[in-house]
C-alpha cells in the first residue's frame, strides 16, 4: 500500500470546522481512501472512504483533490468526543487482503 | 454482543509465561485481523484469516507468536515465552467479506499486555 502523510497533531474548538489534510503522492489507480479513526482507550473505528469523487456519511465529509495525490477529512462541526487520532490509510483495491496499514495519524484535540 | 469482543482486557504476565488472547468477531465475518499497538505508535499489523486459513502471518514479529482460528469464527493470538518487547495492545478486526478492500474494519477494544 502506499504510503500516506500527515501532520502529527491539530487542535480544534468545539463546534467549529475541522480540515484534516492527508498527503499521498504516490498513489495508484486502484488506491482507495480510508479514514479511521481512535478515541482514548479504544480500537479505531471506521470513519468514511473514497476513490475519485468527495463523499459525505453522517459522520464527516472527505474531499479528494482532483489528482488525487491529497485529502481532507472534514468534520463540520467538532465536539469534544472527537478529540481522537484520525488515520487516512490506502488500500489497493486490487490487493490480495484488506489489512489496513496504519501510520501515526494526525491527533486531534478540541478545546471547549 | 454487537462488535468484537476481546478478553481479557488488561493482562500483566511475568517475563517467560505463556499469555492467550480470545477475539470473538462480529457473527458471520469471514475475514479476521490482528494487530499489535504500542504506545504512542499506529496499529501494526500481525496476521490475517480468511474463515479458519491464515492467510498471511507476515507481520508476526517471532515463531514465540501464533494465532489460529480453527472454526472461522473466534481467534486466539498466543504469545509463548513473553519478553517486556512483548508489550502492547492487541487489537482484533474483523470484516463482513473476505476482500474487505472496500469495506469496513470492525474492532475491538484491544487487550492490553503488560510484561514485567
Known amino acids: 500500500d502506499a504510503k500516506t502523510t500527515q501532520p502529527n497533531s491539530m487542535e480544534s474548538n468545539e463546534e467549529e470546522p475541522v480540515h484534516l489534510p492527508c498527503n499521498h503522492s504516490t498513489i495508484s489507480g486502484t488506491d482507495y481512501i480510508h479514514w479511521y479513526r481512535q478515541l482514548p482507550s479504544q480500537g479505531p473505528e471506521y470513519v468514511i472512504h473514497g476513490l475519485t469523487s468527495n463523499v459525505n456519511n453522517r459522520m464527516a465529509s472527505l474531499a479528494i483533490a482532483e489528482d488525487r495525490k491529497s485529502s481532507t477529512l472534514i468534520l463540520h462541526r467538532a465536539t469534544l468526543r472527537d478529540a481522537a487520532v484520525y488515520y487516512c490509510?490506502?488500500?489497493?483495491?486490487?490487493?490480495?487482503?484488506?489489512?489496513?496499514?496504519f501510520g501515526k495519524g494526525t491527533k486531534l484535540s478540541v478545546k471547549p | 454482543g454487537a462488535g468484537v469482543s476481546q478478553s481479557p482486557r488488561y493482562k500483566v504476565a511475568k517475563r517467560g509465561q505463556d499469555v492467550a488472547l480470545r477475539c470473538d468477531p462480529i457473527s458471520g465475518h469471514v475475514s479476521l485481523f490482528w494487530y499489535q499497538q504500542a504506545l504512542g505508535q499506529g496499529p501494526e499489523f500481525l496476521t490475517y484469516f480468511q474463515n479458519e486459513a491464515q492467510l498471511d502471518k507476515s507481520g508476526l514479529p517471532s515463531d514465540r507468536f501464533f494465532a489460529e482460528r480453527p472454526e472461522g469464527s473466534v481467534s486466539t493470538l498466543k504469545i509463548q515465552r513473553t519478553q517486556q518487547e512483548d508489550s502492547a495492545v492487541y487489537l482484533c478486526?474483523?470484516?463482513?467479506?473476505?476482500?474487505?478492500?472496500?469495506?469496513?474494519?470492525?474492532f475491538g477494544e484491544g487487550s492490553r499486555l503488560t510484561v514485567l
Open positions: 478486526a474483523s470484516s463482513l467479506l473476505w476482500l474487505a478492500v472496500t469495506g469496513e474494519l470492525f
Open positions: 490509510i490506502l488500500r489497493d483495491v486490487g490487493g490480495s487482503q484488506g489489512n489496513l496499514i
